[in-house]
């Protein structure tokens, strides 16, 4: 999975193995450089950028006894500002609001 944020500078890629390992990254598109970077204990399943491109939201799948988890980032700090744990549902996706207040998670059980 892969996004561009809203300046189309930097791109946020996210990749792993359900269960094993996950990684969020961001690199610069001119120089390839990776400026940021987030592990998770399973696969990320969905990545995004605040509207300002300020904040980096990721969001891993519950799968195999092992807890999804969303972390969302200030890109310039390093600081977490958010991390909530979450299980009982496979699959995740998260999006910033349109103001970049709220972020929406949706969630669904394998098979609904």
Request: glycine content about 8%; some cysteine.
């Given at each position: 999975m892969a996004v561009l944020s809203p300046?189309?500078?930097?791109?946020?890629?996210?990749?792993?193995?359900?269960?094993?390992h996950g990684v969020a990254k961001v690199l610069e598109i001119e120089t390839g450089k990776e400026v940021f970077r987030a592990d998770f204990d399973t696969t990320v399943s969905s990545i995004g950028f605040s509207?300002?491109?300020?904040?980096?939201?990721?969001?891993s799948s519950a799968l195999l006894?092992?807890?999804?988890?969303?972390?969302?980032?200030?890109?310039?700090t390093k600081e977490e500002l958010l991390y909530q744990q979450f299980d009982?549902?496979?699959?995740?996706?998260?999006?910033?609001?349109?103001n970049g207040e709220q972020i929406a998670v949706a969630t669904k059980k394998q098979g609904d």
């Open positions: 300046d189309e500078k930097l791109l946020a890629v996210a990749y792993g193995e359900p269960a094993v509207p300002d491109g300020s904040q980096l939201a990721a969001c006894g092992v807890k999804g988890e969303l972390k969302v980032r200030d890109y310039f009982k549902k496979d699959y995740a996706d998260v999006v910033f609001s349109p």
